[in-house]
Nanobody
Framework: QVQLVESGGGLVQPGGSLRLACVAS????????MNWYRQAPGKERELVAT???????NYADSVKGRFTISRDNRKNTVYLQMNSLKPEDTAVYYC??????????????WGQGTQVTVSS
């Protein structure tokens, strides 16, 4: 019943921008921390950005100042605005929904991923 669907990936030139979106269903979205991960060929999966249910945000050092995570609880959607893209940002980007065991209703759900390619 839980579903996370990413969109917005594609091919862009270095210095360009993309906005990823992830629509969640089957969860109480406003209670969930939302995260973006990415995985490039030959590398481990990396946490890119997170936004808590209270709105706090954190970013990987590699994307600070360039990426912005946000959420719209009315639309059950989390976004990742990516600016000043670099070739090293090329990866499959995954949406993740998470609740801690301390919430009394823990979970960890994943979307299917969307490809982002930054190349001339």
């Amino acid at each position: 019943q839980v579903q996370l669907v990413e969109s917005g990936g594609g091919l862009v030139q270095p210095g360009g921008s993309l906005r990823l979106a992830c629509v969640a269903s089957g969860i109480i979205f406003s209670h969930s921390a939302m995260n973006w991960y990415r995985q490039a060929p030959g590398k481990e999966r990396e946490l890119v950005a997170t936004i808590g249910n209270g709105g706090s945000t954190n970013y990987a050092d590699s994307v600070k100042g360039r990426f912005t995570i946000s959420r719209d609880n009315r639309k059950n959607t989390v976004y990742l605005q990516m600016n000043s893209l670099k070739p090293e940002d090329t990866a499959v980007y995954y949406c993740n929904a998470y609740r801690s065991v301390y919430s009394g209703y823990e979970y960890d759900y994943w979307g299917q991923g969307t490809q982002v390619t930054v190349s001339s």
